[in-house]
């Protein structure tokens, strides 16, 4: 069982930065997974960036590869996302999510919210134009 707190959303200005975190509980958080989607207003939740147990592997979404940079600190049990050059199309709820030790190696599976067991409340980010 893994629990998810995510913090750090706030309202910027466009160009700006922010720096999420999502602190976990549990045993097994080094070996989980970590990812981050998140959700706009009358969308899907889409996937964001996504960092294997170990921190050595990380992938991104199109939308946010080069602006954003994913991160874990696994003796600290958080996870972070660091997000510059912020748009307004990035303003949506981002959760925090926990996968198996494997997720991240399952090829386009590992860009779906199914593959990802825990979830964190979520987090506002907001950016204005």
């Known amino acids: 069982q893994v629990q998810l707190v995510e913090s750090g959303g706030r309202l910027v200005q466009a160009g700006g930065s922010v720096r999420l975190s999502c602190a976990a509980s549990?045993?097994?958080?080094?070996?989980?997974?970590m990812a981050w989607f998140r959700q706009a207003p009358g969308k899907e939740r889409e996937f964001v960036a996504g960092i294997s147990w170990s921190g050595r592997t990380t992938y991104y979404a199109d939308s946010v590869k080069g602006r954003f940079t994913i991160s874990r600190d696994n003796a600290k049990n958080t996870v972070y996302l660091e997000m510059n050059s912020l748009k307004s199309e990035d303003t949506a709820v981002y959760y925090c999510a926990a996968g198996t030790r494997e997720t991240y190696s399952r090829g386009s599976s590992r860009y779906s919210a199914s593959e990802y067991d825990y979830w964190g409340q979520g987090t506002q980010v907001t950016v204005s134009s």
């Open positions: 549990g045993r097994t958080f080094s070996q989980n997974t």
